[in-house]
């Protein structure tokens, strides 16, 4: 069983940045992998980024390649989704989820690959 509970979204200016974090609960975080996933109203949930359990694999959706960068702290439990260049287009719901996995540089890129999810956080993109 893994909890999660993201943290750091808000109100930025286009342009600006923000570090949204995901703390897990649990004692196995580092056999999981991590991604992060964003809705916006009237929208499916989307894909953002990625990283394997250990953190050697990264993969993003093209819409963010270049100005997000996803990172793990295993140690601390925690994984980050640093974001750069926001656009008004990048508001949204985002969400952190963990998926299981017995192999250290696999990463996934669906949702159905994620047992477990957090509740969000609001980051709005807004001058």
């Known amino acids: 069983q893994v909890q999660l509970v993201e943290s750091g979204g808000g109100l930025v200016q286009p342009g600006g940045s923000l570090r949204l974090s995901c703390a897990a609960s649990?004692?196995?975080?580092?056999?999981?992998?991590m991604g992060w996933f964003r809705q916006a109203p009237g929208k499916e949930r989307e894909f953002v980024a990625t990283?394997?359990?250990?953190?050697?694999?990264?993969y993003y959706a093209d819409s963010v390649k270049g100005r997000f960068t996803i990172s793990r702290d295993n140690a601390k439990n925690t994984v980050y989704l640093q974001m750069s260049s926001l656009k008004p287009e990048d508001t949204a719901f985002y969400y952190c989820a963990a998926g299981g996995t017995y192999y250290s540089s696999t990463y996934y890129t669906q949702r159905y690959e994620y047992g477990y999810w957090g509740q969000g956080t609001q980051v709005t993109v807004s001058s």
């Open positions: 649990g004692r196995t975080f580092s056999s999981y992998v």
């Open positions: 990283i394997s359990a250990s953190g050697i694999s990264t």
